[in-house]
């Protein structure tokens, strides 16, 4: 029974992962509050979490915001390309026939995979735009089960939110960072095989 409450214990250890997950949901919702940060707030929750995988950093509010201050301009610029480029294809399926519409939404949600790939991609390498991307769609390419499984966790939380408004004050506190954990769960095998992390 000591062992199960002991500072090494399962019990200590599951609490802290917890609080874990609620410091790095609070702090990506307040780094997304200008929309136009979202994408570099979940580039630096990718970040801190690798990070933390490594042991180099702890999951706290000061190791995100520095992460998130760090590239700012650039992640933002890729978060508006992107999001411009999606509101512009959907805009351009809708007034198409029913068989042109199918293959665009594939490609639209081909681009939706690519952002999110992106979006980790851009936490552990700190390349050009340009390189970011061919990173993005090869690892894509090669692991799509990493990145559907990923965009599937977003959806749910995304789903849980609407369906279950009564447990908001729940999602407040790991809506988000579950599927960046998830994510981060799913994309770290892979990034230590193609050496992108140590």
């Known amino acids: 029974m000591r062992k199960l409450f002991s500072v090494n214990g399962t019990f200590y250890h599951f609490l802290t992962k917890m609080y874990e997950a609620m410091v790095l949901n609070i702090a990506i919702l307040i ?79 081909l681009f939706l995979l690519l952002s999110l790939t992106m979006l980790s991609v851009r936490a552990v390498t700190q390349k050009n735009m340009k390189k970011t991307y061919q990173l993005s769609f090869a690892i894509l390419l090669k692991y799509l089960y990493a990145s559907i499984l990923s965009f599937v966790a977003f959806v749910i939380s995304g789903l849980f939110l609407i369906f279950l408004p009564k447990l908001f004050i729940l999602w407040i506190f790991f809506g988000i960072s579950l599927p960046v954990k998830i994510s981060g769960f799913l994309f770290y095998p892979i990034f230590i095989k193609l050496g992108l992390l140590e």
Do not use: H, W
């Open 31 to 109: 780094a997304c509050l200008p929309v136009v940060t979202i994408g570099k707030a979940l580039t630096a929750a990718f970040e801190l979490l690798f990070l933390n995988k490594e042991n180099k950093k702890d999951i706290r509010f000061k190791s995100y915001f520095q992460l998130f201050s760090q590239n700012m301009l650039l992640d933002i610029s890729i978060f508006l390309m992107d999001t411009s480029a999606l509101l512009l294809c959907f805009y351009l399926i809708n007034g198409l026939p029913d068989i042109v519409k199918i293959l665009g939404l594939l490609i639209l949600a």
